[in-house]
């Protein structure tokens, strides 16, 4: 009897490390996030992403991939998120004067229909509200909370805080809250 209480222990034991750290069972469809331009390594330099599906910030060498990057155009201070999904995967639906529309545009916009996407979105500001698609067609509503940027060497640093809503299931509309 303990001869097989052992060997069940320690099939537990190895199933359980065999897990993926990151995997989800049941991962969170909305929150806020803050990611930032940051490169790391030696070649392959890789940057800190989002990922909508997995609710995790991930490298963008990883498996899956980040589906949202942050860039920044150092000359002129411009703030943009990048996708590699290979589609045109932005679309701007409104930018609003202060955090209050914003806020009120983003939780209202529950349903939409875009034909004219863009290859990123670009320039961000604080508060609008933007729609990303991913190559698999799953959407989020976005809304940019506080971008900053400072000035270091060799490169600039900019971060971006983002309210996201994920609709996982492929539709046009997003879950409630």
Same mark, same amino acid.
């Given at each position: 009897m303990n001869r097989l209480f052992l060997? /069940?222990?320690f099939l537990i034991l190895v199933l359980s490390s065999c897990k993926d750290p990151d995997y989800r069972i049941d991962p969170d469809t909305s929150g806020t996030v803050?990611?930032?331009?940051?490169l790391?390594?030696?070649g392959p330099y890789y940057a800190i992403g989002f990922n909508f599906?997995?609710?995790l910030k991930i490298s963008s060498l990883a498996t899956p991939k980040p589906d949202i990057t942050l860039g920044y155009d150092e000359g002129s201070a411009i703030f943009f998120l990048q996708t590699n999904?290979? /589609?045109?995967g932005f679309h701007l639906t409104g930018e609003y004067p202060d955090q209050t529309l914003?806020?009120?545009a983003f939780d209202n916009l529950t349903t939409f229909n875009v034909n004219d996407w863009e290859e990123w979105a670009n320039p961000l500001k604080v508060n609008q509200v933007w729609l990303?698609?991913?190559a698999d067609e799953h959407y989020a509503k976005?809304?940019?909370i506080a971008l900053s940027a400072e000035d270091l060497d060799p490169r600039d640093y900019a971060e971006c805080t983002f309210e996201w809503v994920y609709q996982p299931d492929g539709s046009l509309t997003f879950p409630g809250k």
């Open positions: 060997v /069940i222990l803050t990611i930032d331009n940051t790391f390594g030696t599906d997995r609710a999904a290979g /589609i045109n914003a806020k009120e990303y698609r991913s976005i809304r940019i």
